[in-house]
Every structure is written in C-alpha cells, then in structure tokens.
C-alpha cells in the first residue's frame, strides 16, 4: 500500500518548514562557538529587529490587508500587540517558576518574538504548500538567510542573561516546535478556513512581532556597551529581507 496522498504532503510540508529551523538552531550554534561581546550582541540584535520588521511590513501585513472587510485584519494585528503583552507576563510566572533570575526576562521575551516569526514562517509555508509545492518550498528558502541572526541574537541574549549552556541548546532546539505548529496549522487548519481567518492569523502575528520589536529587542540592544553602526545594522535587517523578498520571493 502506497502513502496516502494527504500524508506524503503533509511531509513534505514538515520537510520544508525544517529548512528555517534548522537556520535559526545554525544561528543558534553559531553564538555558542565564538566569544559575544555586548557590542557584537547589539549590533546582532538590531539586525534581527530589521528583519523582523521587514517580515511585518513587507509580508505579514500586504497580505493581510489584501482580504476584506480590512479592519478585521486591522483589529487583529492591534489584539496581536495584546497577546505579546499577555505572553510577557506569562514569562514572568515562568521565570519564577524555573529560578531564572530577573536578567533572563528580556531575553526569553526575545526569544518568544523570534518563535512566533518562526510560527509565521510555518503557517505562510503551510498554506503557500497548499497553493503550489514550488511556492512552499520558495518561502521555505527564502526564510533561512533571515532566520539565521534571529537565532544568533536570541540564544546570545540567553547566553548574557546567565542561563546555563544546557538550559540555551534545549531552548534552542524548541524552536522547530512553533514553525512545525505553524505549518501543520497553515495546512490542515487555515487551508479549508475562510479567507479572513487565515489573513487575521498573519495580522495577529505581525502585531506581535512589532511589539517585542520594540518593547524587548531595541531596549534589549541598548543594554551594555553598544555600538554606533546599531542604526545601520538595524536597515541592513530590514534591507536583507527585502532582498530576499524581491529576488527570492519574487
């Protein structure tokens, strides 16, 4: 008997949302081998911060304001905002619980952002796969030179707040759970969803993502010593994503 239809898409959707998992974990790696001065740790950061902007401005939200009525979209990234509100007093329970100290609650926020852009990544690979396989396995290669200082920055942020090395690698391999999440979402869930809904998902993230943009990752930036080229390297983000989204993404 031969694999159901249904399934061997499925994988392939799995294999594909791997491909930016495995960007952000090599980022992740990356800042366990070399020694992260603050200055360097700034300057990752705010280039993490264009990027993730740029996910928002260029991605998440043309496409969620493409669907109608567009206030629905609208709301929904203003509730996204709220949810990453929420999600960063949550961390506070969870710091408390785990004995992290008070440092290490920038930085798991921090890394809370770079989850939901990972689950982003899984929900527009999901349901770009539905669509046509070579647009999922664009957005799937198009995602990694992006994911790649995302997970740089936020296991690096991890790192200075003190948390142990075993503590930082488990983290870091959480993050193939919320692109995985996101694809099987994207594929099973929004595909038959109405419009609005799956549009209202990537607002909702977007509004998340330009909160802890500005809330954790910049403030985080600016802790310690910093650099002046952190403004350049904060464009530099946001022009690196928009290369991959023109000359990639078409």
Same mark, same amino acid.
């Given at each position: 008997?031969?694999i159901d #239809?249904?399934?061997?898409?499925?994988?392939?959707?799995l294999?594909?949302?791997?491909?930016?998992?495995?960007?952000?974990?090599?980022?992740a790696?990356?800042?366990?081998?070399?020694?992260?001065?603050?200055?360097m %740790?700034?300057? /990752?950061?705010?280039?993490a911060? *264009?990027?993730v902007?740029?996910v928002v401005?260029?991605?998440?939200?043309?496409?969620a304001?493409?669907g109608?009525?567009?206030? $629905?979209?609208? $709301? +929904?990234?203003?509730a996204?905002?709220?949810?990453?509100?929420? %999600?960063?007093r &949550? @961390? *506070?329970?969870?710091?408390?619980?785990?004995?992290l100290?008070?440092k290490?609650?920038?930085?798991?926020?921090?890394?809370?952002g770079?989850?939901?852009d990972?689950?982003?990544d899984g929900?527009?690979i =999901?349901?770009?796969?539905?669509?046509? #396989? /070579?647009?999922?396995?664009? %957005?799937? &290669? =198009?995602?990694v030179? +992006?994911? @790649?200082?995302?997970?740089?920055?936020?296991?690096?942020?991890?790192?200075?707040?003190? @948390?142990?090395?075993?503590?930082?690698l %488990?983290? /870091?391999?959480?993050?193939?759970?919320?692109?995985? $999440?996101?694809?099987?979402?994207?594929?099973?869930?929004?595909?038959d969803?109405p419009e609005?809904v799956?549009?209202?998902?990537l607002?909702?993230?977007?509004?998340?993502l330009a909160? $802890?943009?500005?809330?954790?990752m910049? #403030?985080e930036?600016h802790?310690?010593?910093?650099?002046?080229l =952190? +403004?350049?390297?904060? &464009?530099?983000?946001?022009?690196?994503?928009?290369?991959?989204?023109?000359?990639? *993404? =078409?």
């Amino acid at each position: 008997m031969g694999i159901d #239809p249904a399934v061997g898409d499925y994988l392939i959707v799995l294999g594909l949302a791997s491909l930016p998992a495995v960007g952000n974990f090599a980022g992740a790696l990356l800042s366990e081998t070399i020694d992260v001065s603050e200055r360097m %740790l700034s300057l /990752a950061l705010h280039l993490a911060a *264009g990027i993730v902007l740029a996910v928002v401005g260029l991605e998440l939200m043309p496409e969620a304001l493409a669907g109608s009525p567009a206030w $629905v979209s609208i $709301v +929904a990234f203003v509730a996204g905002g709220a949810f990453f509100v929420l %999600l960063d007093r &949550t @961390l *506070g329970f969870v710091q408390a619980r785990l004995d992290l100290g008070e440092k290490a609650s920038g930085p798991l926020a921090i890394f809370s952002g770079v989850s939901l852009d990972l689950f982003s990544d899984g929900v527009m690979i =999901g349901t770009g796969t539905v669509l046509n #396989p /070579a647009l999922g396995l664009l %957005l799937a &290669t =198009g995602q990694v030179p +992006a994911d @790649l200082p995302e997970g740089f920055a936020a296991v690096a942020s991890l790192r200075r707040a003190g @948390l142990s090395r075993s503590r930082r690698l %488990l983290l /870091a391999s959480a993050f193939a759970i919320p692109i995985f $999440v996101g694809a099987t979402l994207g594929y099973f869930a929004l595909r038959d969803a109405p419009e609005i809904v799956t549009l209202s998902v990537l607002a909702l993230t977007g509004g998340a993502l330009a909160t $802890v943009v500005v809330e954790e990752m910049i #403030p985080e930036a600016h802790e310690g010593e910093t650099s002046r080229l =952190g +403004a350049i390297f904060f &464009t530099a983000g946001f022009a690196v994503f928009t290369a991959i989204s023109v000359y990639v *993404g =078409g």
